[in-house]
């Protein structure tokens, strides 16, 4: 598509939508490289939504066949890049991508494949859509992928994100962050905001996180952090280790558990906090004398301000300490 084509339909966008199928260059043979991706035939099309009489304000893709990237940037159009992969050609003319602009400033892009009565159905396994998104740093983003990529980064409103089997990525994000998971891992660096991170089946990776909330819940999956400064931070895992450096806000509040996982805290800095820890395994804390109900009481700092701070594991060891 030509910049003055891509203008006419972010144009005609702000209307109507559109439905991107054959939008882009022409359709090419895939070289078999990691490059190109999945597929014999890939196609590559390119969109831009300029606003309509209020601003762009949110952005939702929904692409259940492939990656999706989300990128902030400094302007006030939304960019939109889809690569398509398919064994054949008549099989690529079935692919949509789909771009709903709202009068509100909302934009929804959505994928599927077109069912076809006279044809039999695609194997999802043999096509693949990747998709990357240009938005203002200030859009509030929202995305969901089935098994592939996620990724998000500066961006200045907060996301709300959702993979079925896919990893998830953020970084160099302000606002409050969701993230959901059933069977990948989720890696954050550069958040500055409330953040809520759930998995069922993978690991969570925490570096330079701050804000008033950090809730990270793992069933079967290791959770590791550094340089986490949040006032409220509360981890918890059945099966998974934890691994956590932390520095405690006067008032605040930390909370690590897990049932069968072992569990080290390190606190940077020079906390004021009351600490409680206790261990079903191995309990290592200076100065920690466990009383008749198992747990160990000990104080750094002033108390006045103090953070209050619990470790535990009702099976595994513990591990406490200062960072020296």
């Known amino acids: 598509m030509t910049a003055a084509g891509a203008m006419t339909a972010a144009r005609w966008l702000t209307v109507v939508g559109l439905a991107l199928g054959a939008l882009?260059?022409?359709?090419?043979?895939?070289?078999?490289?990691?490059?190109?991706?999945?597929?014999?035939?890939v196609e590559h099309a390119q969109l831009v939504i300029a606003p309509g009489a209020r601003p762009i304000g949110a952005v939702s893709v929904d692409n259940p066949l492939g990656d999706v990237t989300i990128v902030g940037y400094d302007g006030d159009s939304v960019s939109v890049e889809t690569?398509?992969?398919?064994?054949?050609?008549?099989?690529?003319?079935?692919?949509?991508?789909t771009v709903v602009p709202a009068p509100d400033g909302a934009v929804r892009l959505s994928t599927a494949v077109l069912a076809?009565?006279?044809r039999p159905?695609?194997?999802?396994a043999s096509v693949r859509i990747d998709?990357?998104?240009?938005?203002?740093h200030a859009v509030a983003v929202s995305g969901r992928v089935v098994a592939g990529r996620l990724a998000v980064s500066n961006l200045d409103a907060g996301a709300e994100l959702d993979a079925s089997a896919g990893p998830i990525s953020v970084r160099n994000v302000a606002g409050a962050v969701s993230a959901r998971s059933l069977a990948g891992s989720q890696r954050f660096e550069e958040v500055f905001g409330s953040l809520d991170s759930h998995a069922i089946d993978g690991d969570l990776a925490f570096d330079t996180v701050r804000g008033a909330r950090l809730r990270a819940q793992a069933y079967a999956g290791r959770v590791d952090g550094r340089r986490v400064a949040s006032r409220e931070v509360v981890i918890t895992t059945v099966d998974g280790d934890v691994a956590l450096e932390a520095?405690?806000?006067?008032?605040?509040?930390?909370?690590v558990a897990s049932v069968r996982g072992d569990v080290a805290v390190t606190l940077a800095g020079e906390p004021q906090a009351r600490v409680r820890v206790?261990?079903?395994g191995t309990l290592r804390a200076p100065g920690a004398s466990p009383g008749e109900d198992g747990w160990s009481e000990l104080g750094f700092g002033a108390q006045r301000q103090a953070a209050?701070?619990?470790v535990s594991s009702r099976f595994g060891d513990v591990s406490f300490g200062l960072l020296q």
Do not use: F, N
């Open 24 to 41: 882009g260059g022409p359709a090419r043979a895939d070289d078999g490289t990691d490059d190109d991706g999945d597929g014999a035939v």
């Open 83 to 97: 690569v398509k992969h398919a064994p054949d050609a008549r099989t690529l003319e079935r692919l949509r991508v």
């Open 116 to 118: 076809r009565g006279d």
């Open 121 to 124: 159905p695609v194997a999802l």
């Open 131 to 136: 998709v990357t998104v240009r938005v203002p």
């Open 247 to 255: 520095t405690t806000q006067a008032g605040g509040r930390l909370s």
């Open 278 to 280: 206790r261990a079903g």
């Open 308 to 310: 209050a701070v619990r």
